[in-house]
C-alpha cells in the first residue's frame, strides 16, 4: 500500500532545507535543461490537501471537451483529433474520445484503438519533413476527459530531447499557424488514409 499523504509528506519534508525546498532535480543538470542550475529555486513543498480539489468534467453535463465533440481536424464514431494553437514547437495534436471517459473506465475496444492512433499520430507526425520526433504524454490532474498530447520536436534541436519538451514549448515563441496547420492538415490526412475516418464529424 502506498503510503498516506502525511507520511508521503513527512518523507518528502525530510529532505527539504528549513525553507521546505527540496534540491534541484536531477533534470536540471541535463544537457537539455532550459534553465541554468545558478540561482535556480525550488518552490517550498506544500503540505498536502485532502481531499483534492475536483478536476474539470467530473460532472460530465459541465464537460468542455464533451460540448467540443465536433471540433478538430479528423474524426471517427469514437475519437477526434485537434490541433492546440498558439505554441511554440512545430505542432502539437490531441487526441480525445468522443463520449466521456477517462484512462481509467476506457472500454477495452476503444483502449485497443487508442494503441494503435497512438502509433500511427506518431508516424504520420513524424513523417513531417524537419520533424525529428513526435512524443505522446498522458496527464490526467486537469479534466477528467482522457486527452493524449502529441508534440513534434523540431529536426536538429538535440536541446529538446526528451521530457523537457513541454517546458522547452512554452518557453519558445509562437510557432507560425499556418505552418502547422498545413502539418495538422497533412497527419489528418494520413490517419484518413491508414486508420479510417474523416476530416468531418
Request: hydrophobic letters at 40%; aromatic letters at 10%; glycine letters at 8%.
Amino acid at each position: 500500500m502506498a503510503l498516506d499523504p502525511d507520511e508521503f509528506y513527512a518523507l518528502a519534508l525530510a529532505a527539504a532545507d528549513g525553507d521546505g525546498r527540496l534540491p534541484l532535480a536531477r533534470m536540471t543538470g541535463w544537457e537539455v535543461s532550459p534553465f541554468e542550475q545558478e540561482g535556480l529555486r525550488v518552490s517550498p513543498l506544500r503540505p498536502p490537501v485532502v481531499p483534492e480539489k475536483a478536476r474539470h468534467g467530473e460532472d460530465p453535463a459541465g464537460c468542455d471537451i464533451c460540448r467540443d465533440r465536433d471540433k478538430g481536424i479528423w474524426f471517427t464514431g469514437n475519437w477526434r483529433l485537434e490541433r492546440i494553437r498558439g505554441v511554440g514547437v512545430p505542432l502539437i495534436l490531441m487526441l480525445y474520445p468522443r463520449e466521456h471517459y477517462d484512462m481509467d473506465d476506457l472500454p477495452d475496444e476503444l483502449a485497443t484503438e487508442m494503441g494503435l492512433l497512438g502509433t500511427r499520430i506518431v508516424r504520420h507526425m513524424q513523417a513531417i519533413p524537419n520533424i525529428s520526433r513526435a512524443h505522446m504524454y498522458r496527464i490526467g490532474d486537469g479534466a477528467v476527459h482522457l486527452h493524449l498530447w502529441f508534440f513534434a520536436r523540431p529536426e536538429g534541436q538535440a536541446q529538446f530531447f526528451g521530457s523537457w519538451l513541454p517546458v522547452w514549448d512554452d518557453l519558445l515563441p509562437e510557432y507560425p499557424a499556418d505552418v502547422a496547420d498545413a502539418d495538422a492538415e497533412a497527419v489528418a490526412d494520413a490517419l484518413v488514409e491508414s486508420f479510417g475516418g474523416s476530416r468531418t464529424p
